[in-house]
């Protein structure tokens, strides 16, 4: 019996050590693999130059504009170049357009006289008439409190929304996510209760001359009631206006624009695809949105995302590596004023039966990464993600960590199909600096931080695609 029983001890310590080899030999492989991935983003890159094209070639693509036409032919050729399989996926797309430049000012303060604002016309927004708008202006810092106004308070005025975003909170996207409400539905809200036109702080953290645009919308106005006229004033101007108000109680302002939205124009999602050579129909789609604001190029976003994009393709292909599931890039359209790109995707995908086993979006700008949020169905997530944090000593050398939360707003749409969605987590500190300004630009981009992106996400992509979830 003691005999049997060492046998036994002695097979199950031959298996096991059989098993321990193994797993350190998959990991010295895979780790000496993404050694060589970084290698090759940081010297062999070519997200930077991608994005120097996009930026200073072609300049601001708002859906809808001759640049954004340009931008989805130009990825289309550098995708087709490096031998993936192209398609343009057609979407219709809003046409917006800001026109002349704006103007604002407080009207013969008591205090202070004539004061100019800088202001730039939120995305979506009507116009003003050719005279502008010179109305009362009242100070609110959130929704309800207009609705606690009401008519009698806000009837014939202009809503000067001024809620700053939460210095406090170190994930400054909680920050941005606190505080956009009154930007995206201010007007609608302000309008409901007879308000002639609205004024919003600018979302970021910093104090400076910088008005930020986005997107507005209208879909909360009650029947009957137009839309009316929106601008985001800088935070240093905001705070101007907010003192003026203080001081003078009763404080007259101007505001003139001609923004408008014109007839919905076609466009494309790009879509650049490798097949599987043994799981064909596991899809791991990696994306960023070409379209931008026209206020200044769109380098951070998402010009970044889209290098980020084409380039993890690029550096799997200078290795010679040879997916096992399909590689799928994607270039969505309209993200920044209506998702009709991501929608259409979706809905072409899901009418395909598709499955995308992982799908990974990069949409909060180029700067050093710092791992990856991650997002599924309640019932697969603690699954998918189980296998997915075991990788995290592959990782960590890198400065990458996981974590739970969103994954982005072209590729949610996708979580309905069961597969684990992430979205590229950089230091974000200083995103909100450039987020819908005029300096969001290609020099604003640090070609090392970008490239390390591209590294970051490739090596997430190769242990999805050789493991699998």
């Given at each position: 019996?003691?005999?049997?029983?060492?046998?036994?001890?002695?097979?199950?310590?031959?298996?096991?050590?059989?098993?321990?080899?193994?797993?350190?030999?998959?990991?010295?492989?895979?780790?000496?693999?993404?050694?060589?991935?970084?290698?090759?983003?940081?010297?062999?890159?070519?997200?930077?130059?991608?994005?120097?094209?996009?930026?200073?070639?072609?300049?601001?693509?708002?859906?809808?504009?001759?640049?954004?036409?340009?931008?989805?032919?130009?990825?289309?050729?550098?995708?087709?170049?490096?031998?993936?399989?192209?398609?343009?996926?057609?979407?219709?797309?809003?046409?917006?357009?800001?026109?002349?430049?704006?103007?604002?000012?407080?009207?013969?303060?008591?205090?202070?006289?004539?004061?100019?604002?800088?202001?730039?016309?939120?995305?979506?927004?009507?116009?003003?008439?050719?005279?502008?708008?010179?109305?009362?202006?009242?100070?609110?810092?959130?929704?309800?409190?207009?609705?606690?106004?009401?008519?009698?308070?806000?009837?014939?005025?202009?809503?000067?929304?001024?809620?700053?975003?939460?210095?406090?909170?170190?994930?400054?996207?909680?920050?941005?996510?606190?505080?956009?409400?009154?930007?995206?539905?201010?007007?609608?809200?302000?309008?409901?209760?007879?308000?002639?036109?609205?004024?919003?702080?600018?979302?970021?953290?910093?104090?400076?001359?910088?008005?930020?645009?986005?997107?507005?919308?209208?879909?909360?106005?009650?029947?009957?009631?137009?839309?009316?006229?929106?601008?985001?004033?800088?935070?240093?101007?905001?705070?101007?206006?907010?003192?003026?108000?203080?001081?003078?109680?009763?404080?007259?302002?101007?505001?003139?624009?001609?923004?408008?939205?014109?007839?919905?124009?076609?466009?494309?999602?790009?879509?650049?695809?490798?097949?599987?050579?043994?799981?064909?129909?596991?899809?791991?789609?990696?994306?960023?949105?070409?379209?931008?604001?026209?206020?200044?190029?769109?380098?951070?976003?998402?010009?970044?995302?889209?290098?980020?994009?084409?380039?993890?393709?690029?550096?799997?292909?200078?290795?010679?590596?040879?997916?096992?599931?399909?590689?799928?890039?994607?270039?969505?359209?309209?993200?920044?004023?209506?998702?009709?790109?991501?929608?259409?995707?979706?809905?072409?995908?899901?009418?395909?039966?598709?499955?995308?086993?992982?799908?990974?979006?990069?949409?909060?700008?180029?700067?050093?990464?710092?791992?990856?949020?991650?997002?599924?169905?309640?019932?697969?997530?603690?699954?998918?993600?189980?296998?997915?944090?075991?990788?995290?000593?592959?990782?960590r050398p890198y400065g990458l960590e996981l974590e739970k939360g969103g994954s982005g707003a072209d590729v949610s749409p996708l979580k309905s199909q069961g597969g684990l969605l992430f979205g590229l987590n950089p230091d974000s500190q200083r995103y909100f600096d450039y987020h819908h300004t005029p300096i969001d630009v290609w020099d604003a981009v640090?070609?090392?931080?970008?490239?390390?992106?591209?590294?970051?996400?490739?090596?997430?992509?190769?242990?999805?695609?050789?493991?699998?979830?």
């Open positions: 019996m003691k005999k049997l029983l060492l046998a036994f001890s002695l097979l199950l310590f031959t298996v096991t050590a059989f098993s321990q080899e193994n797993t350190t030999s998959n990991s010295d492989e895979d780790a000496l693999f993404i050694r060589e991935i970084y290698d090759a983003a940081l010297l062999k890159g070519r997200a930077y130059d991608w994005l120097n094209y996009m930026t200073n070639q072609i300049g601001g693509r708002l859906s809808g504009s001759p640049q954004a036409a340009s931008a989805v032919e130009y990825t289309r050729q550098m995708m087709d170049t490096m031998g993936m399989d192209v398609t343009l996926q057609p979407c219709i797309v809003p046409h917006w357009v800001r026109g002349n430049k704006e103007q604002a000012r407080v009207v013969n303060s008591k205090s202070m006289g004539t004061v100019e604002l800088d202001v730039l016309a939120l995305g979506n927004s009507v116009g003003t008439s050719d005279y502008g708008i010179t109305a009362p202006v009242i100070e609110v810092k959130s929704l309800q409190e207009v609705m606690d106004l009401g008519k009698e308070g806000v009837s014939g005025k202009i809503v000067f929304y001024n809620r700053p975003m939460d210095a406090t909170q170190v994930k400054t996207f909680n920050a941005y996510g606190g505080a956009a409400d009154q930007r995206v539905h201010g007007a609608a809200v302000a309008a409901n209760y007879g308000a002639i036109g609205a004024i919003v702080r600018s979302l970021t953290l910093r104090t400076d001359d910088i008005p930020h645009t986005g997107s507005t919308v209208y879909n909360q106005l009650n029947e009957g009631v137009e839309p009316i006229p929106v601008v985001a004033v800088s935070t240093m101007d905001a705070d101007l206006l907010s003192d003026i108000i203080e001081n003078d109680k009763e404080v007259d302002l101007f505001f003139r624009t001609n923004c408008q939205m014109l007839k919905p124009e076609p466009s494309y999602n790009v879509i650049g695809e490798i097949k599987g050579s043994e799981f064909p129909n596991e899809i791991i789609l990696i994306g960023g949105h070409l379209d931008s604001w026209d206020v200044a190029t769109g380098a951070h976003d998402d010009g970044a995302g889209c290098a980020h994009s084409m380039d993890v393709y690029q550096v799997l292909k200078r290795l010679n590596y040879q997916p096992k599931r399909t590689i799928r890039v994607v270039m969505f359209m309209n993200e920044e004023n209506g998702l009709a790109g991501a929608k259409e995707y979706a809905r072409v995908s899901n009418e395909k039966n598709e499955y995308h086993l992982t799908a990974i979006e990069s949409d909060r700008g180029g700067f050093s990464p710092r791992g990856f949020t991650m997002q599924a169905k309640p019932d697969v997530f603690p699954i998918k993600s189980k296998k997915v944090i075991k990788w995290l000593p592959l990782l640090n070609k090392r931080e970008l490239q390390l992106g591209v590294a970051a996400i490739t090596s997430l992509v190769y242990l999805i695609d050789k493991y699998g979830l």
